[in-house]
């Protein structure tokens, strides 16, 4: 099954950017749905954005959409998140995540997605 290794999280200060990656392994996993949520404490996991890894589709939480970029490098089997104009609101902890139950529909619910990433913790500050 495939696995997932998040990186690039930090801090960072208020309007600066961080770029996330998650490196996938596995079989198959170039037709996953992938996707990342962050979670901030006290709260419920949300869903930031998600991407079919072969097809290209992409779905972004209204909130963030013009700020966050999720993208593919095919040849590395790794997903990004590109974070702009951070904001305080953005700190949590992202995770990583893939479907890999075949589906063709972005997923927005965390129930939807069977293998996670560690997380790797965003801070934003000032």
């Known amino acids: 099954q495939v696995q997932l290794v998040e990186s690039g999280g930090g801090l960072v200060q208020a309007g600066g950017s961080l770029r996330l990656s998650c490196a996938a392994s596995g079989r198959a996993f170039s037709s996953y749905v992938m996707a990342w949520f962050r979670q901030a404490p006290g709260k419920e996991r949300e869903s930031v954005a998600a991407?079919?890894?072969?097809?290209?589709?992409?779905y972004y939480s209204d909130s963030l959409k013009g700020r966050f970029t999720i993208s593919r490098d095919n040849a590395k089997n790794t997903v990004y998140l590109q974070m702009n104009s951070l904001k305080l609101e953005d700190t949590a902890v992202y995770y990583c995540?893939?479907?890999?139950?075949?589906?063709?529909?972005?997923?927005?619910?965390?129930?939807?997605?069977?293998?996670w990433g560690q997380g790797t913790q965003v801070t934003v500050s000032s």
């Open positions: 991407i079919n890894w072969s097809g290209g589709n992409t």
């Open positions: 995540a893939a479907n890999t139950k075949g589906t063709i529909t972005l997923l927005t619910f965390p129930s939807q997605y069977d293998c």
